[in-house]
């Protein structure tokens, strides 16, 4: 007997609602359940526990958001436009979803197996696309060859993530207002004058 797809799509969407209303720890399966509109055993089919379903929330969703940034990379040719490609993505991807980038931002880091596990595959591939961009500016002679590239993917990613953060629980500057001024940043720091 094989598993309903879009029964596991609707808990996943369910979940994610219900943990960013009820917070990470005040979410109880029960609730998913009911949301999703199956048994509260049936989640138990689907995954083990809601660390389980936390961690898949995230892992498919940073899937998606990394095929679709490398497939958008892939038709532009100047760093410039490569660079503001990734600030753009990563904000309009928080922007696009409230339940989600609550989930993301904020209660990903209550979820101790999160926290413990290291960085995950997806999360990764996300470093390695920001790394490939790099990369790609220091070979055609636009960004700073002495540069140390991975460490300056992970500023670009943590710089991403604490506005993201930030905008998430304020909302008070415009996604488009960060964009400009993150692109500036990293463009005045990391392009050859």
């Known amino acids: 007997m094989g598993k309903d797809i879009k029964k596991r799509e609707r808990i996943l969407k369910a979940a994610t609602t219900v943990i960013a209303q009820k917070g990470y720890h005040g979410t109880k399966i029960a609730d998913v359940a009911k949301l999703a509109g199956v048994a509260d055993g049936t989640i138990y089919l689907y995954f083990k526990n809601k660390d389980e379903i936390l961690l898949t929330i995230?892992?498919?969703?940073?899937?998606?958001?990394n095929k679709k940034l490398a497939s958008q990379l892939e038709s532009l040719s100047e760093t410039e436009t490569k660079i503001k490609k990734i600030i753009e993505h990563h904000f309009e991807f928080i922007a696009q979803n409230d339940s989600l980038a609550q989930v993301f931002q904020i209660e990903l880091r209550g979820c101790?197996?999160?926290m413990r596990g290291g960085v995950f595959p997806e999360l990764r591939d996300y470093l390695k696309i920001i790394e490939e961009v790099i990369s790609y500016g220091i070979k055609r002679e636009r960004i700073n060859e002495d540069i140390d590239i991975k460490i300056t993917a992970k500023a670009i990613f943590g710089t991403l993530d604490e506005l993201s953060t930030i905008w998430v629980l304020r909302k008070k500057h415009p996604?488009?207002?960060?964009t400009e001024t993150v692109f500036e940043l990293f463009c005045n720091g990391l392009l050859k004058k």
Do not use: D, P, V
Not at 175 to 178: A, F, N, P, Q, T
């Open 175 to 178: 996604i488009e207002k960060m």
């Open 112 to 114: 101790s197996t999160f």
């Open 58 to 65: 995230l892992s498919e969703a940073l899937g998606k958001l």
